[in-house]
């Protein structure tokens, strides 16, 4: 029903930024809640940041706070992480998913989740 579909990962030094975007062919995109989440070999799935259907309630995990902004374009219905100051800890395929509800937090249920890009951050 809905697909995801993310890009913008890649290798960058420690230090660095990217910038990941994922993009919804859902038709009731402006309605759900969105997050990233990423998981690293032999780790569990982690939980990284969401943001509210209004684009105005964020949550993120302590471990990126500060350092990643997750944001939303309802028009184009695509869903941004903003990465900076960037650690070898954030290495990890990182997916979008879509939420079952308006809000967005590592409570959350996600029923359709992306394929993932790869980000790896080198020291």
């Known amino acids: 029903q809905v697909h995801l579909v993310e890009s913008g990962g890649g290798l960058v030094q420690a230090g660095g930024s990217l910038r990941l975007s994922c993009s919804s062919s859902?038709?009731?995109?402006?309605?759900?809640?969105m997050a990233w989440f990423r998981q690293a070999p032999g780790k569990e799935r982690e939980f990284v940041g969401g943001i509210s259907a209004s684009g105005i309630g964020t949550s993120y995990a302590d471990s990126v706070k500060g350092r990643f902004t997750i944001s939303r374009d309802n028009a184009k219905s695509t869903v941004a992480l903003q990465l900076t100051s960037l650690k070898p800890e954030d290495t990890a395929v990182y997916h979008c998913?879509?939420?079952?509800?308006?809000?967005?937090?590592?409570?959350?249920?996600?029923?359709?989740w992306g394929q993932g890009t790869q980000v790896t951050v080198s020291s």
């Open positions: 859902g038709r009731t995109f402006s309605s759900q809640g």
């Open positions: 998913a879509r939420s079952l509800s308006p809000i967005a937090d590592k409570s959350s249920i996600y029923v359709d």
